[in-house]
């Protein structure tokens, strides 16, 4: 009998390559997760691992048992979920959201179940979108509300499904009197100009790389932030130009002194989602209030 706990480390390790990576995700030491790994392979009876170079990465039996692992972990997760759910949505139910989402959907998504479904519980965790979505991969959460840019497509894991929720336009932040805030933004008229970026290595930085690049050059980055209320205020106080989601005027506000414009020169729009990897009646019914 194959053991579901090391399917699920087996999982993992086909998605991040590395005992250390497992580990990091699944809150053990690198140790035990290739004991485990090892206790598996002698389970199965063939060889699941191979050794290149330094590194070690799955044969083609291994690759095989990764497909069924899959399988037979979202079976155990659904039984579970249907267990709890049965026909009727209840029970609790973990969201992982990032902030302007959850103030535009999740909260009044949540007050709306008190009273539709009032043995529902939902459970909030505010969470960037790739950190929700390796949440929703490790078990720890139930749906992820993540949003991709336009600029950088990107695909659902394996074994995740998602909802469309909405999609938005983003926006130039400038100071209320900047020569370029006339009108619609040239972006090639910020060509000399400071900006404010996401932190290196996040999204909302490849997307402002992006765009100017297909303005025809490389933004000056000057400062780093991730949360828009504090880029607009840095807008405000003339430090740079910076890049926020339609939403933001909504949920944040616009500060004084601080204009929002659209962009001429390239289409960005941010498209939000609610990814799961097991449907249940709570799921489901948590899902139908997002997109409400």
Do not use: K
């Not at 998602?162 to 972006?187: C, K, S, Y």
Request: hydrophobic content about 50%.
């Amino acid at each position: 009998m194959l053991d579901p706990v090391r399917l699920r480390l087996l999982r993992e390790f086909a998605e991040h390559g590395t005992m250390t990576a497992v580990a990091e995700v699944c809150g053990l030491t690198s140790s035990a997760v290739s004991q485990q790994l090892a206790a598996l392979e002698r389970e199965a009876g063939v060889p699941l691992f191979e050794r290149a170079g330094r590194r070690v990465r799955l044969t083609a039996e291994g690759r095989r048992l990764v497909g069924h692992a899959r399988v037979v972990l979202n079976a155990l997760d659904a039984a579970e979920q249907d267990l709890r759910s049965a026909s009727t949505p209840r029970g609790p139910v973990s969201v992982a959201c990032f902030a302007t989402a959850a103030v535009a959907r999740l909260l009044p998504a949540i007050a709306t179940a008190r009273a539709r479904h009032p043995g529902l519980h939902v459970i909030v965790h505010e969470l960037e979108p790739r950190e929700a979505v390796e949440a929703l991969r490790a078990g720890t959460c139930d749906v992820a509300v993540a949003f991709t840019y336009s600029l950088i497509p990107q695909e659902p894991p394996a074994g995740v499904t998602r909802r469309f929720l909405g999609v938005e336009p983003m926006l130039m932040a400038l100071p209320a009197g900047h020569p370029a805030a006339a009108g619609e933004i040239d972006l090639r008229a910020l060509r000399e100009a400071p900006w404010i970026a996401g932190s290196e290595g996040t999204s909302d930085h490849e997307m402002l790389d992006r765009a100017c690049a297909l303005a025809g050059f490389r933004p000056n980055v000057v400062h780093t932030a991730d949360d828009y209320a504090l880029v607009l205020r840095m807008v405000r106080e003339g430090l740079g130009a910076g890049l926020v989601p339609e939403l933001v005027a909504t949920v944040v506000g616009v500060p004084e002194g601080v204009v929002l414009r659209a962009i001429a020169t390239v289409e960005i729009t941010r498209t939000t989602h609610a990814l799961i990897r097991t449907a249940t009646p709570a799921v489901n019914a948590v899902l139908d209030l997002l997109q409400q």
